[in-house]
């Protein structure tokens, strides 16, 4: 800066309204010098300098940025009157700039450090701004009044703070006026007059309002569905980061919603709404990739599953532990299966906490053992609330002795209370009147709710139907329909019902035998884990019924047998070895 120029700056700076006047002109050629001019302005007791200079501070115009010293210019300015300053007040407080940090000794370069809203500052100039009619204001007083602290709310008056801003054309305050409209709307003139604010804070570029007209347009909130337009809307606030519009952008693409499917783009958005933090994008993902129909990826599953249950997302938390159980990520790791099944549960998730009162029951966890999580107090409270699904499974918690001393006889409470609307607890009851556990024993009223669990499609009550023909307990036997209610669980992939078709055709009913038959059933059942259907393959191959004999693939059976821990088989394996094929079983 040459001599004239500092001479004339200098000169200027004795009076304010000629340093005002001078570092207007120096704005854009000379920011620096012009923000010296300002600041003597506004010492000088120009107000509205004490507005700019907080402004070129806010902004590091001609000065490093400070948003605290633009605070305390705003405030100077604030104090006479000013009411664009109270707002820019307003917005800083709001964004974590709090009153005492404009009242303690902070340097120009000291670290900033910025923490919650300060919302009773924000309050205190929102008020008089509001008041004087500045729309921006009034948005923000709304939205104190909304969604501060429970002792700022005044619903009524953030409406009508809201009502006065969009009256102004505020985009801010269409949008929240458009909010306060759909919460009270149940169709007519108040719902169209939400979607016109949302419209016009729409048209003046607002992310939220976007995303809310996404969800106006899918899900026909006013009119019909429209998935085509709440795709364009969810573009819009997707390229503007906001990450539910990206998760729902995502999945509109994924399933070709509103368009073709782009299975590619609508991963991609999914994943850059999972990578911001959004959890349930997250959880999608991972179960995209552990579900889905292109080829699974268990890795990538568990770490979207893993991200998403970290964050709190429950439902996350037990698809991974189900992974982890079904060994899937690793060998089956029911420990690990715990943890993700125990975070799930104690977040509310019944799916979960049935999973871990299986765990514990199957005593699969020595740490469940150890530290049993309270899985029957869950239950029991539910329970306690009219939930019958809780009531059920807090019976068998009490039936089996899971997390609690065994009660037969509250389990049977319980038990009755779900069993009006729960099909696996008419099930269950059912089992309870067939063995005397808790009541006494009939097989007659067994029949009656196994039936009726069965006819609303419960396997485990259909075989017990069959058992209970097959024997004449509580009705009369009837082999045959014994075998059709068999084979219709068997055809369902029930392996003791193969098992039992297998006895069936075997002989010694009131039935026919058919030893091809019985031999193929038996095969079916050991596909799908019968462990006696083992021992009876292996007798059928050495003895050679229903086919060819073999003693060496009986032989195999036998030793399959025996690693499964059944009995008999190894001391009929001792025959084979012996060379005495011809034993008893043989000859039955």
Known sequence: MNLIARSLDLAASYSPKRAHARAQRLSEVAPERAFGLFAAAALSGDVEAAFTVGERYLDGNGVMRHPVEAGRWFRRAAQAGHVHAQCRLVQLHLL?????????????????????PDYEAALFWARPAAEAGAADAQAMLAYILSSGPLELRDFVAASEWYRKSAEQNCPQGHLGYAIVLMQKAEGGEMASAARASLSQAAGAGLPVAHYLLGLVAEEGLETARDEAKAREHYEFAAQAGLVNAQRKLGLLLLNGLGGPADPFNGETWLRRAALEGDSEAAALLGSIYALGDQPRNYAEATRWLRAAAEAGHSAAAHALGKLHLAGDVTAGDPDEAAVWFKRAAAAGNQGAQVDLATLMR???????????????????RSAQEGDPVAAFNYAVCLADGVGVARNEDRAIFWLRRAANSVVAAQYWYGRMLATGRGVSKNDAEAVVWFTRAADAGNIEALVALAEHRLSGLGVPRDDQLAKSLFLCAAQKGHAGAMFALGMLYGGGHDLEADHVEARRWFIRATRCGHSMAVLMLARYRVCGIGGRQSIEAGRRWYMRAVSLGIGHASEELAQIDLALPANAECQK
């Open 96 to 116: 974590g700039v709090s009153k005492a940090a404009l009242e303690a000794n902070i340097g120009l370069f000291e670290q900033l450090v910025q923490g919650l």
């Open 362 to 380: 199957d005593g699969d966890v020595a740490g469940l053992a150890k530290e049993p999580p309270p899985v029957h107090e869950w239950f029991e």
